[in-house]
């Protein structure tokens, strides 16, 4: 990768205190670990829990062709991504780890796309084997951590806030078509997202009822619950919730938001509990709750979206690592990469199979690997994770 040159500008303030200048410039690399030694010194002492942030950052990639990718908004940056306390595992554990390194293979000079970059764990392993990453997250509290926790590799890493489906045009800038060795989606929410009750993911914690990966992307999931026809609401709940009371679900919700709007999640999860009776230890608005997330965050498109141009940015021998964990996106991927690697196509009404003008992939997953017992006692989370990999055809 051509060396990187960063232009940063951002402030930061305690919440609800003056805004503070942030850091300058920095190039190459080297930006992350000097905005982090700011913040530490204006945290001394505090034990105030978060950190504002309003800012942009460019990363330009110098020669043999010149281009941009830039972040910008505002975001919450927690303040263990500053202080590098709490260890890096109290945001997001990775799962599969191993098998995505076994699968990319990183090694010194390789290059990957990493396109949710969440808490950095799987991008730490890459940048520590040598690689060099561009890594990409839409929630700007994923991307501040990432890069703080990745800073020692600054000059190996250019952190992108984008969403992944714009990755042709960050890596079109930096001139990189055919230029990976791998790329990786870990697809969904961070553990993170989900813990911290004011992104509003969670019915375990009353928050506002959000649930955007983006902060500032159209459309809340308060937005859709109170706004969406009924029907549309009761086709979310059942394609992507898989929840066999989607209608009555939906007919409860328009009721309930005639009266009054639904602004919280504890208000949302308890209309659904009036309606879904409880199986199982799971919570009744468990599967309510995972639909309106894929629709607020448009999570099938993204991967539709991911996995369409990928092969013409692989190498020849590069890889395509995706992580699901909902039987939609696994069944996405599954027929996308069996479509892709098939040699030929047979239909019926052909007297002969004809080669396939399509594939441009080898099969290295047959088979969707899981967690192992290890990891899903250690991570329960990793329990509905399936890797399935690729490798690009010469
Ligand atoms: C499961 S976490 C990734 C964890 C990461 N691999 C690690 O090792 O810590 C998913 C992350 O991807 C981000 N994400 C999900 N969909 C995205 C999209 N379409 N574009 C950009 N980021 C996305 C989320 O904001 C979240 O931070």
């Not at 392993?125 to 990745?150: N, Q």
């Amino acid at each position: 990768m051509p060396p990187l040159f960063f232009c940063f500008s951002a402030r930061w303030r305690r919440r609800g205190g003056p805004w503070l200048k942030g850091v300058g410039s920095a190039a190459p690399g080297g930006l992350w670990r000097r905005g982090a030694a700011w913040l530490r010194s204006k945290l001394e002492g505090s034990d105030e829990g978060l950190l504002e942030a309003k800012g942009w950052g460019l990363a330009l990639a110098g020669l043999p062709r010149v281009g941009s990718a830039a972040w910008g908004g505002e975001g919450v940056v927690p303040q263990r991504c500053a202080l590098g306390e709490g260890g890096a595992e109290s945001y997001h554990l990775p799962v599969l780890e191993e098998e995505v390194v076994a699968a990319l293979q990183p090694s010194e000079g390789k290059r990957f796309l990493d396109g949710t970059l969440g808490g950095g764990g799987h991008a730490a392993r890459l940048l520590a084997a040598g690689a060099d990453v561009v890594g990409l997250d839409r929630d700007p509290e994923a991307l501040a951590w990432a890069a703080g926790r990745l800073g020692e590799w600054s000059d190996r890493l250019v952190a992108v806030r984008a969403k992944f489906s714009s990755y042709p045009e960050i890596l079109g800038g930096m001139g990189l078509e055919a230029g990976l060795d791998g790329m990786l989606f870990d697809i969904g929410v961070s553990s993170h997202q989900l813990n911290e009750a004011r992104r509003g993911f969670s019915f375990l914690r009353d928050g506002p009822l959000d649930m955007r990966m983006d902060p500032e992307a159209p459309g809340s999931a308060a937005e859709l619950v109170n706004t969406l026809p009924e029907e549309e609401l009761a086709r979310i709940f059942y394609e992507y919730g898989d929840e066999k009371a989607s209608r009555r679900v939906a007919k409860a919700l328009v009721k309930r938001r005639g009266e009054r709007l639904f602004e919280t999640t504890g208000d949302l999860a308890e209309v659904v509990g009036t309606v879904v009776p409880k199986r199982g230890p799971a919570s009744p608005a468990t599967r309510v709750f995972q639909g309106l997330r894929m629709a607020v965050n448009d999570e099938l498109g993204e991967l539709r979206a991911a996995l369409e141009g990928a092969h013409y940015w692989l190498k020849p021998g590069g890889r395509l690592a995706v992580i699901t964990f909902h039987s939609l996106e696994d069944r996405m991927v599954k027929q996308f990469f069996r479509r892709h690697s098939a040699a030929e196509i047979d239909r019926p009404e052909w007297a002969a199979a004809r080669p396939n003008p399509d594939c441009y992939y080898r099969l290295i997953t047959r088979k969707g690997i899981a967690a192992g017992e290890a990891e899903t006692a250690r991570n329960p989370r990793s329990r509905s994770a399936t890797l399935r990999v690729v490798e690009r055809l010469g």
